[in-house]
């Protein structure tokens, strides 16, 4: 088996000529709506078993890299009044090469392996509108594909035999098969060979450096244990 690894929300960054778009709400860039808190130093820790790795160049509230272009939410409030030309230049700035690396990278790893694992690297935030999430991981996958599911369940034993304190759901709290990442590369590969996983981690546990170096250890070695070596 051999992974490529991709962090769609991995900054709040906003290119300079679009940062005016956010001068009425100075902060919520840095909030859990601007990218996933977290998440970059997760992939990081485990970017030496990938044989690529893939990073989100702008928040999610310019463009949503984890969305497919016809998304009805492929441009935040604060972008989607932009003119179409402007809308245009961003997905051809930021979009395009961000799938388009990604997909390339599959494309020229697959021949060499038995399986591909995509790991899509997300976190959470443990209160959305009024509503607890009580899962620290949620493992996300399509369950019309059993190499996908296996995969995802064997991840969950590893981590859960490390950490038996954390709580792990599959599918949880978003739905593995619903438009993202993932679920759009599916469509270019083979249910034998393709097996794409979206990781979501709670940010209650990556809040701070301590937190963070924690859950990358923790997903390293998991990785390691189910047949990623370096």
Not at 44 to 53: D, H, I, M, P, R
Not at 76 to 87: C, R, V
Not at 120 to 143: A, E, Q
Request: with cysteine.
């Amino acid at each position: 088996m051999k992974m490529i690894l991709s962090c769609e929300h991995a900054t709040a960054a906003v290119p300079e000529p679009y940062v005016e778009l956010f001068a009425g709400a100075p902060h919520v860039l840095e909030t859990h709506r601007g990218y996933d808190i977290g998440a970059l130093e997760v992939a990081k820790a485990v970017e030496g078993l990938a044989e690529g790795a893939y990073y989100g160049g702008c928040s999610r509230l310019l463009i949503d890299l984890n969305r497919s272009l016809h998304h009805p939410r492929l441009f935040s409030e604060f972008s989607q009044g932009l003119p179409e030309a402007e809308k245009e230049s961003i997905i051809a700035l930021w979009y395009t090469p961000f799938r388009s690396d990604t997909l390339q990278a599959v494309e020229e790893v697959l021949p060499w392996c038995d399986l591909l694992l995509h790991l899509s690297v997300h976190s959470f935030t443990p209160v959305l509108d009024g509503v607890v999430r009580t899962n620290d991981i949620g493992l996300l996958y399509d369950p019309q594909r059993q190499a996908e599911k296996d995969l995802a369940r064997r991840l969950a034993r590893t981590i859960h035999a490390t950490d038996p304190h954390l709580s792990i759901r599959m599918n949880h709290p978003y739905r593995g098969a619903s438009d993202g990442h993932t679920t759009a590369l599916r469509r270019h590969f083979k249910v034998e060979t393709y097996l794409g996983i979206e990781l979501e981690i709670n940010q209650r546990l990556l809040e701070d450096d301590r937190g963070r170096i924690a859950m990358g250890q923790l997903l390293r070695a998991a990785l390691g244990d189910v047949g990623f070596g370096d």
